[in-house]
């Protein structure tokens, strides 16, 4: 099993920016692909951004050019970095590692945007 810790949630006014971390432990292999999804009051849970193990990087268009998601894979660590965010950032932030039929989650880090 893997395991996620993910921490760097809190509160911050609209422009602001705020840093999440996401620390796998256990049976971590390569190739992987680990993201992060958010899940708002009522909403779907949905895809914020992913990254591969070598790499290769997607997001939502609604973070385009305002969130970047990276990883240190000596660390089993992966980042999200979100500036200029918005009260629609507002959510519970998830971690997800994800290698074949593999899939773990992370407890979740609130984000609250106040504007």
């Known amino acids: 099993q893997v395991q996620l810790v993910e921490s760097g949630g809190g509160l911050v006014q609209t422009g602001g920016s705020l840093r999440l971390s996401c620390a796998a432990s256990?049976?971590?292999?390569?190739?992987?692909?680990m993201a992060w999804y958010r899940q708002a009051p009522g909403k779907l849970r949905e895809l914020v951004a992913a990254?591969?193990?070598?790499?290769?990087?997607n997001y939502a268009e609604s973070v385009k050019g305002r969130f970047t998601i990276t990883r240190d894979n000596s660390k089993n660590t992966v980042y999200l970095q979100m500036n200029s965010l918005k009260p629609e950032d507002t959510a519970v932030y998830y971690c997800?590692?994800?290698?074949?039929?593999?899939?773990?989650w992370g407890q979740g880090t609130q984000v609250t945007v106040s504007s």
């Open positions: 997800d590692y994800r290698r074949y039929t593999i899939d773990c």
């Open positions: 256990g049976n971590t292999f390569s190739p992987n692909t």
């Open positions: 990254i591969l193990s070598v790499g290769t990087t």
